[in-house]
C-alpha cells in the first residue's frame, strides 16, 4: 500500500474495517484508493501532512486509508460503493450499520482545503453532539458568565475572528488533549465581549479567568501555529494523562545520577562522548561477529565520525585509529572483541581514548527511562550533518547515509527503525546538496516528534514539539497568507547550522582528558593481570598434570627430547634475536644442530645419542634443582613480573619483526662458530635457560652443513615475528618454573598414587590366592 504505520493513518482491512468505522466514539475520514493509480500516488503525501496536522485531533476525529487494489480488500471496497480513485469519505462519530459514509466530492489536494472540510463536516453532526469532540460553535458572554462554573479548567483561551475564520475551531481541537485549558472562539460581531476585552485585532487570543480578569497571549503572528506552541507552554497545562513536569528538584530525587543543571538551548559535548559510549560499547556489542551490512554500517559509522564529529583531541584519535584499523581490515567480517580491543586503545597510543560510561546533560530525562541514549543519537547526527557542511566537496548523503545503515543494523529500538527506514526510503535519495541533509533530518526528526506526541515515551519535562519552538527561532517561523504556518527555511537552515556548530558545543561536565587516560591504563593493566594470571593457573595445572602423568623416574622418549632439545634451543635465540639479532641467529642454529644430529637414524648415531641423552640429562636435572633453588617469594605469584614479560616480550617481538633484515652469510658463520647460549643465559638467567650451556665441543660442524641449514633459515626469516611470539611463549613458561609447593605437592600425589598402587596390587594377590584356596577345596 502507499501508507505505513508511522503515517498516523489507520489501514482498514475485511478484519478491521467495521470496528473501525461503525459506533466509534471518532469521526473518520477514509481515503479509498489503489496503490497503482498516479493520482492516489500523487494524493498520498497530502493525506499523510494531513495525519501529521491532524494529530492532536484524534479523539475527534481520525484517519483511516485502504488499499482497493487489494485483492483481499476488493469487497470492503465493493461494500463502500467505490468507483474511482482515490475517494474520500467522512463518517461521523457512531455511525450505524450499513453507513457508507458522506464522499468529499471535489475535494480540495491541499492540507488546509481539507481540514475545513473536515470541519464543516464535523459541525454538520445532527445526532447528540458526540463527548469526544469539543464544542466548535461560538460562545457568547452569557456562557462565559457561568463557564468556570460548569468546566474544571486553569485558563479559558478565547479567539476572536470573524466567522468565515477557522482559527478557533481549529485551536479548540489542537487542545483536545490537553487538561487546564478550554478553547472557545468568539465571533467579531459579539460586540459585548469584543468591548468588554477591547479587542481591535481579528484574530486575536485572551485569556480569561474567573471573575472576569482577561489578558491578551502574547504570540510573534497571529495565527493557529504560534497560538498552538503558546497555549500548550501555559503554566498548569499538561497533556491528557501526563503527570505534570516536575521540578529541578522532583529530577535530583527520580534519577539514579546527581542532575546536572543545563541549558536547554545548547548541545553538550557529554551528550556526543555518552552516545559514541553507549552505540560503540552498547550497541555494537550485541554483535559478536561483525560481517555483512552490519559491518558496512559499522565501517560508514565511524569513517564519518572520524571525519566529521567535532571531539576533543583524544577522542579523535581514538576515532582515527579505530577507522583506519577498519580501512585496513581484509576479510568480510570482523569479530567485537577485535574491534574493542581497538576501541579501548590497548596498544596503548599515548593521548588516545574514548571515555567509558555515560554522562547525559542535555539529554536528561525526568525519569531514567527518559531520554538518554536516542536523544543522543538524534543530536550526534544532526552535528555530524552540520558539520560536513564545511567539507564542500563531501558527499550529500554520506553522513545520513551512515545513520541510516546504523540505525538499521544497530540501533536497539527495532520498531524505531523500521519508521526511520520508511523514511529513508521515502525521501533521503532526493537530498543533493550538504544543506539538503541537514534539512532532512531536521524535517525527518520533527515528524517523528509528531508522531510521538503525547506518546508513552515522551517526557512530561520535554514535550515533543515542532522544534525550534517560536521562542528559541522566531525567524525560523512564518505564516502563509492565508494563515497557515510555514517554515522559513533559510532562517531554520542558519539556525540549525549555528545551533549544532562546534563552537555553539558546550564543554561542561566533561570527563577530564589526564583522568580518561589514567582509568584507561589502569584497566589495561589490570585486564593484563588477570590474564596473565589465568594463563599462569592454567600453565600451573598442566605442568603439574604432566609431572603425575609422567613420573620424574620415566625416561622420555628420543622424539620427546628432540622436541625440548628445540624448544630449548630457540629460547635463547628469542631473547638474543630480540635483544640484539646476530646471536639469536646462533643460538637457534645451534639448536637446529642439536636436533638435526639426534634426528638422524644411523647406525652409529645410538653412541651419540646416548651421549646426548646423558648430557641432556645432566641438563635436564640441574632445571629441577634449579626449580627447587628459586627464591622463596616464588610462592607468591609476581603478576608484576608477569606483566613486564608480557610488555618486554611484546616489544622485543615487535622490534625484532621490525627490524629483522636480511644478514649476510658470512657473519651468520662467523656468529654461529661462537659461544652461542652465553647471552641467553644472561638475559634469562632463569629455569629456561639451564639446559641451554655453552656446547662448543658439539658444534663442530662443517661450513657447508651450517650454511645450508642458515640459508633455510634466511628464508624463513620472514616469519620471524610469528616464531617469535610463539616461543614468546615457551619463554615465560620455562621462566617461571615451579615452585616449592608445586613440587611439593606432586611428590605427594605421586606417592599416594604409587602406594594406591600397591595397595591395589596387594589387594587383588590376596584375593586372587583366597579364589584359588576356595577352588581346591572339595
Ligand atoms: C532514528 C530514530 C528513530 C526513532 N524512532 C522512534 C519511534 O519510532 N518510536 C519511539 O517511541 N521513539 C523513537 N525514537 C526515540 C525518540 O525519537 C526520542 O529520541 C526519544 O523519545 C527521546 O526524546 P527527547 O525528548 O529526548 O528528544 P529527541 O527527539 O530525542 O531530540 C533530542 C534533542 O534534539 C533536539 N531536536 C528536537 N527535534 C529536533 C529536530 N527536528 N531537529 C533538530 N533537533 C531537534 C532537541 O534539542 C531535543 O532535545 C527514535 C530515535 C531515533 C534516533
Not at 485531533?57 to 488499499?67: E, F, G, I, M, T
Not at 541549558?263 to 556489542?285: C, F, G, I, P
Not at 558527499?395 to 544497530?410: C, G, I, N, T, W
Not at 514535550?463 to 494563515?483: F, L, T, Y
Request: with cysteine; net charge negative.
Amino acid at each position: 500500500g502507499l501508507y505505513t504505520a508511522s503515517d498516523q493513518i489507520v489501514q482498514l482491512t475485511p478484519g478491521n474495517v467495521e470496528s473501525v468505522l461503525l459506533n466509534s466514539t471518532a469521526a473518520t475520514v477514509v481515503e479509498f484508493y489503489a496503490s497503482w493509480c498516479g493520482h492516489c500516488i500523487a494524493f498520498s503525501p497530502v493525506y499523510k501532512s494531513l495525519a501529521r496536522d491532524l494529530k492532536e485531533w484524534k479523539p475527534a476525529v481520525d484517519l483511516a486509508a485502504v488499499d482497493c487494489a487489494a485483492e483481499e480488500n476488493r469487497k470492503v471496497c465493493i461494500s463502500y460503493s467505490i468507483r474511482g480513485y482515490p475517494t474520500l469519505k467522512f463518517f461521523h462519530a457512531y455511525s450505524k450499520a450499513g453507513s457508507t459514509g458522506k464522499p468529499f466530492r471535489d475535494f480540495p489536494r491541499d492540507v488546509r482545503g481539507l481540514r475545513h472540510k473536515i470541519i464543516d463536516q464535523l459541525e454538520t453532526h445532527s445526532e447528540t453532539w458526540p463527548p469526544a469532540c469539543p464544542p466548535l460553535e461560538p460562545t457568547s458572554e452569557a456562557e462565559l458568565d457561568s463557564f468556570f462554573e460548569t468546566n474544571n479548567v486553569q485558563h479559558l483561551a478565547l479567539i476572536f475572528e470573524e466567522a468565515k475564520s477557522y482559527v478557533g475551531r481549529e485551536l479548540t481541537l489542537d487542545l483536545l488533549q490537553f487538561e487546564n485549558i478550554a478553547v472557545r472562539r468568539v465571533l467579531k460581531t459579539e460586540e459585548g465581549l469584543v468591548t468588554k476585552l477591547g479587542v481591535t485585532e481579528f484574530p486575536s487570543c485572551y485569556l480569561y479567568y474567573p471573575g472576569g480578569n482577561f489578558t491578551r497571549l502574547k504570540v510573534k503572528v497571529e495565527a493557529r501555529m504560534f497560538y498552538s506552541y503558546a497555549l500548550q507552554r501555559l503554566q498548569g497545562v499538561v497533556r491528557s494523562g501526563k503527570p505534570p513536569p516536575v521540578t529541578t528538584d522532583g529530577l535530583t530525587n527520580s534519577t539514579e545520577d546527581p542532575w546536572r543543571p543545563f541549558n536547554r538551548s545548547r548541545v553538550y559535548m557529554a551528550d556526543l562522548e555518552s552516545t559514541l559510549h553507549y552505540s560503540l560499547r552498547m550497541e555494537v556489542a550485541a554483535h559478536t561477529i561483525i560481517k555483512g551490512e552490519a559491518l558496512i554500517a559499522l565501517t560508514k559509522y565511524i569513517a564519518v565520525l572520524a571525519e566529521y564529529f567535532p571531539g576533543r583531541p583524544v577522542v579523535m584519535n581514538l576515532l582515527k585509529s579505530v577507522n583506519s584499523w577498519l580501512q585496513n581490515h581484509i576479510g568480510g567480517e570482523i569479530s567485537y572483541d577485535a574491534f574493542k580491543e581497538i576501541l579501548d586503545n590497548s596498544a596503548q597510543s599515548p593521548d588516545t581514548a574514548l571515555p567509558e560510561g555515560v554522562r547525559w546533560v542535555g539529554c536528561q530525562g525526568s525519569q531514567p527511562h527518559f531520554r538518554r541514549y536516542p536523544c543522543g543519537v538524534w543530536t550526534l547526527f544532526h552535528v555530524l550533518t552540520v558539520q560536513a557542511t564545511n567539507a564542500e566537496d563531501s558527499d550529500p548523503q554520506e553522513v545520513l547515509y551512515a545513520m541510516r545503515k546504523y540505525v538499521q543494523s544497530f540501533f536497539g529500538c527495532r520498531l524505531c527503525a523500521e519508521h526511520f527506514e520508511n523514511m529513508a526510503r521515502e525521501s533521503m535519495t532526493d537530498v543533493d546538496t550538504l544543506s539538503a541533509a541537514v534539512f532532512w533530518l531536521w524535517s525527518s526528526h520533527n515528524r517523528v516528534n509528531n508522531r510521538l506526541a503525547g506518546a508513552l515515551s515522551e517526557d512530561p519535562n520535554f514535550p515533543k514539539i515542532q522544534w525550534p519552538s517560536p521562542e528559541m527561532c522566531p525567524a525560523c517561523h512564518m505564516v502563509k497568507d492565508n494563515g497557515d504556518h510555514q517554515w522559513n527555511k533559510d532562517q531554520a537552515l542558519s539556525f540549525l547550522l549555528s545551533y549544532f556548530s562546534s563552537s555553539s558545543i558546550l564543554k561542561d561536565y566533561l570527563e577530564d582528558e589526564v583522568q580518561i587516560l589514567a582509568k584507561q591504563r589502569e584497566k589495561h593493566t589490570s585486564q593484563q593481570l588477570a590474564l596473565e594470571a589465568q594463563k599462569h593457573i592454567e600453565r600451573k595445572a598442566r605442568e603439574a598434570l604432566d609431572l603425575m602423568t609422567h613420573p620424574l623416574t620415566s625416561q622420555p622418549t628420543v622424539e620427546e627430547e628432540e622436541e625440548e632439545e628445540e624448544e630449548e634451543g630457540e629460547e635463547p635465540q628469542d631473547e638474543a634475536m630480540a635483544d640484539e639479532e646476530e646471536e639469536g641467529g646462533e643460538g637457534a642454529a645451534a639448536a637446529d644442530e642439536i636436533g638435526g644430529k639426534t634426528s638422524e637414524p644411523s647406525p652409529w648415531a645410538k653412541p651419540e645419542m646416548e651421549v646426548g641423552r646423558s648430557r641432556r640429562q645432566a641438563h635436564r636435572k640441574p632445571s629441577i634443582v634449579g626449580m627447587r633453588m628459586r627464591d622463596v617469594q616464588e610462592d607468591i605469584v609476581d603478576l608484576d613480573s608477569f606483566v613486564n614479560q608480557h610488555y618486554k616480550a611484546k616489544a622485543l617481538q615487535v622490534a625484532a619483526s621490525s627490524r629483522v633484515r636480511p644478514r649476510t652469510l658470512q657473519r651468520k658463520v662467523e656468529q654461529e662458530s661462537g659461544p652461542v647460549f652465553g647471552l641467553g643465559m644472561e638475559l634469562d638467567g632463569g629455569l629456561g635457560m639451564v639446559g641451554l650451556q655453552p656446547m662448543e665441543a658439539d658444534l663442530e660442524l662443517d661450513v657447508a652443513q651450517q650454511t645450508k641449514r642458515l640459508q633455510k633459515r634466511e628464508l624463513t626469516s620472514q616469519n620471524f615475528g610469528e616464531e617469535l611470539s610463539r616461543r614468546g611463549r615457551w619463554m615465560s613458561m620455562l621462566n617461571i618454573g615451579f615452585s616449592k609447593v608445586d613440587i611439593s605437592l606432586c611428590v605427594i600425589l605421586y606417592f599416594m598414587s604409587t602406594m594406591c598402587l600397591l595397595a591395589m596390587y596387594v589387594f587383588f594377590k590376596n584375593r586372587l590366592k583366597l579364589r584359588r584356596v576356595k577352588i581346591s577345596l572339595p
